[in-house]
């Protein structure tokens, strides 16, 4: 049986555990209290992830981090979701790296500087984290015009890591992105209808917590 490591407001473990349940795979979800500082102890990255970072998946004696990684993992050894030809896989790619640096990073930083940080956010550090996370969605609006997933007809892992922060309330990031970039509104909603979709409150384990600034 799979664990996945994993805390409620973080959407990178999201993605995998939302993929987890579309493949209909029997999981455990293990609560990492990253509120209270556990990914920056050194005991935890010497047992668990040397990156200090959630998520984590166990599959047996193995340990894997990068939600990207864990994505292609499970894609390919269940062989679903993964691209169908190598110019799909390779495009799948693409746009893993996309979202991981610049789609999920910029907005995922966002939002926890405007809701979970331990001060009240800069305002030029959110202005121009805004500017970026503006442009990736805009990015990735134009693309979605064009087709109903990132890569080709079906979705893949490419869909399920951009889908990481897009289902958390909006008052969090108090950005209403899912209506300014409308294909990406649409796009969320296709996944959402995917079977195994759970908003992340009623998936992982930990508290809500308000948002704070
Ligand atoms: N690229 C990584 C990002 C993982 C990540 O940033 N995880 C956050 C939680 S959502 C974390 O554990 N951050 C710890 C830290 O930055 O100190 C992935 O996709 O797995």
Sequence with gaps: ???????????????????????????????????????????????????????ILEDGARRITQSGAILSYLADKHGAYGGTTPEEKLEVLRWILFDNHKFTSYFASYRFSKSFGPAAPDPAVMGWLKGR?????????????KQPYMVGEAPTIADFSLSGYVFYPEEESGLDLLTRYPHVGAWAQRMAALPGWVAPYALMPGDRILPKW
């Design 133 to 145: 996370l503006e442009a990736a969605y805009d990015i990735v609006n134009k693309h979605l015009a």
């Design 1 to 55: 049986m799979y664990k996945l490591h994993c805390f409620a407001q973080s959407g990178n473990s999201f993605k995998v555990a939302f993929f987890l349940r579309a493949l209909g795979l029997p999981h455990e979800l293990v609560y990492v209290d990253y509120m209270h500082g556990a990914t920056r102890e050194a005991a935890w990255r010497e047992s668990s992830n040397e990156m200090g970072e959630a998520p």
